[in-house]
């Protein structure tokens, strides 16, 4: 198994729906998690950290970690076209393993 | 304040050039990351600093590949004898510390090499 698995997409979901963006990893005793966008052409940008089980809000981001089932989404809600983009999710402990990426398409 | 530096933006080299690619991270971070990606793909971890060390070079392509840090800040990587599978974009990324600080990149350096 993959240490950090994300499904590539495309992921297409109508404008002002919520987008769900899932992501499992293999080691059960990581602790940090972030989630990174990246729009094409463009440097990966933060938009949400993790560290404890549960959901954690950030306007019309939630991210969501399973510790147990070794899991982390991110939920946004709202979708706008503007959120068209690849979204990484990267599990951080004394080594940084990125995922390879979902690709979000936002329909207008 | 100032985020991430990479410089050149962009480069084209002749294959079989050297070339050196600047990272100058946000002050006060003490860890920096080399990336690779090319188009389409995902991010190729190349090499960390911890200060000016590099406790893990196992990520660079080959021996063509080099880095290093001084003063705690600004890095080089280098390409010796660039070749056509080393058109890429390389992304520089800095964090506070190791472990749990988050990762801020750069713009990224493009190499095209012909």
């Known amino acids: 198994q993959k240490e950090v698995e994300q499904n590539s997409g495309p992921l297409s979901v109508p404008e002002g729906a919520i987008a769900s963006l899932n992501c499992t990893y293999s080691?059960?005793?990581?602790?940090?998690f972030f989630w990174y966008r990246q729009y094409s052409g463009k440097s990966p940008e933060l938009i949400m950290s993790i560290y404890s089980n549960g959901d954690k809000e950030d306007g019309r981001f939630t991210a969501q970690l399973n510790k147990a089932s070794q899991y982390v989404s991110l939920l946004i809600r709202d979708s706008q076209p503007s959120d068209s983009a690849t979204y990484l999710c990267v599990k951080q402990d004394d080594k940084i393993i990125f995922g390879k990426g979902t690709r979000l398409h936002i329909l207008p | 304040g100032a985020g991430v530096s990479q410089s050149p933006s962009n480069k084209v080299t002749e294959k079989g050039k050297d070339v050196e690619l600047r990272c100058d991270p946000i002050?006060?971070?003490?860890?920096l990351y080399w990336y690779r990606q090319s188009l389409g793909q995902g991010l190729e971890f190349l090499i960390y600093f911890q200060g000016n060390s590099a406790p893990d070079k196992s990520g660079l392509p080959s021996d063509r590949f080099s880095a290093e840090r001084t003063g705690g800040s600004v890095s080089t990587l280098t390409i010796q004898r660039t070749q056509q599978e080393d058109s890429a974009v390389y992304l520089c990324?800095?964090?506070?510390?190791?472990?749990?600080?988050?990762?801020?990149f750069g713009n990224g350096t493009r190499l095209t090499v012909t």
């Open positions: 002050s006060g971070h003490t860890a």
């Open positions: 080691d059960r005793g990581s602790q940090s």
């Open positions: 990324a800095s964090s506070f510390e190791l472990g749990n600080s988050p990762l801020h």
